[in-house]
């Protein structure tokens, strides 16, 4: 094998959910799409790239199975989480931060239309989750929460850029898992179940939505390591902490993530089965949580394989034959200059 060529792993092999999609994709796909035009985020041939990575199938493998209506929501939250990702992986920490600060606010003011456009991309999908999902106190103020720990992150991330700072794996795994944007996805998922807050609270729980991130965030980092790579955006990657702490290849970090994962996973299954009950209603509440999560994790993965964005055409390929070829250098879909005009 050529020193640009590895091997990847099947880092949930065990992991006890399969793949799962929305039958209403199809759909639901030209209204997503025509939405995201429509708030002309990006120049027309960079949207083509972008709607070619399909964020509407993640959002139909990642989302839960109900009508169109929840499909649609879920697909605009893939959506948004990417265009938010694509405008601040050019940003400084002052500009991720004033970025991070309008998307909380226009969560808490969905009436009023704003004129950044990512900003009213934001505003415009939470207010169409408020009137899909209905009344769930809790579970909203979970969601936002969660959010504003993923912006928060994104910041810090952007700081770390700048500056060419590689966190320890330890380090890493801390930040990483709010940029990996798992657990907003879990909550946002959770929404209208109504679920107390006192089962968030539990260590088991806590431990379980922890690993699920963390088998979130590294497939990930292995399926976008390439992409990263050849766009210089590889600093934050659990593989490039690896290769620097334990001073191994790019090989020998990949097969160090598919013992992490195979721990993980292990500890997952465990900690569900030791779970407590909260009486009958709540119970059957966070077994469909926890069916919602299994289900997050394994559909990124799966649209890894199924996207154009990570591997081009060769994705289903790959997941067959477990061969990567490191692509040159190349990039975004957003330019600076765009970035400067839409905070301007």
């Not at 107390?196 to 806590?206: A, Q, R, S």
């Not at 465990?270 to 119970?283: A, H």
């Not at 949580?289 to 993965?301: A, Y």
Request: proline share 3%.
């Amino acid at each position: 094998m050529s020193s640009t060529q590895f091997i990847i792993p099947d880092l949930l092999i065990n992991w006890p959910f399969l793949r799962i999609i929305n039958p209403n994709l199809q759909q639901v796909t030209d209204e997503a799409n025509e939405w995201v035009e429509s708030l002309d985020l990006f120049d027309p041939s960079q949207f083509k790239k972008f709607k070619g990575c399909d964020f509407n199938r993640l959002g139909a493998l990642v989302g839960h199975l109900q009508g169109k209506e929840h499909l649609r929501i879920s697909c605009d939250l893939m959506n948004f989480y990417f265009a938010f990702d694509e405008y601040t992986d050019l940003a400084d920490k002052d500009e991720a931060m004033k970025i991070a600060k309008d998307v909380m606010n226009a969560f808490k003011h969905t009436e009023v239309p704003f004129d950044n456009k990512l900003i009213e991309m934001a505003r415009q999908f939470f207010k169409r989750t408020i009137d899909v999902v209905g009344e769930d106190s809790a579970g909203f103020e979970r969601f936002i929460a969660d959010f504003d720990a993923y912006t928060r992150s994104i910041i810090q991330e952007a700081d770390d850029r700048v500056k060419g700072y590689i966190r320890s794996v330890d380090d890493y795994f801390i930040l990483r898992r709010d940029t990996c944007g798992a657990k907003p996805s879990f909550s946002f998922h959770g929404l209208g179940l109504r679920i107390p807050n006192e089962v968030f609270e539990h260590p088991l729980v806590i431990s379980m939505l922890e690993g699920a991130t963390d088998l979130s965030a590294i497939t990930n980092d292995m399926h976008s390591y390439g992409l990263e790579h050849s766009r210089g955006l590889d600093g934050h990657n659990v593989i490039t902490a690896i290769m620097k702490e334990h001073e191994v290849d790019l090989q020998a970090a990949l097969y160090w993530l598919s013992g992490y994962a195979t721990k993980t996973i292990s500890k997952f299954i465990t900690d569900r089965r030791k779970l407590p009950s909260w009486g009958p209603e709540v119970d059957i509440a966070v077994h469909e949580f926890f069916e919602r999560v299994g289900r997050c994790v394994r559909g990124c993965d799966s649209w890894s394989y199924e996207t154009n964005r990570y591997y081009g055409k060769s994705g289903l390929e790959i997941q067959k034959t477990r061969r990567i070829t490191l692509q040159p250098r190349d990039a975004a879909y957003v330019t600076k200059e765009r970035l400067q005009s839409s905070l301007a």
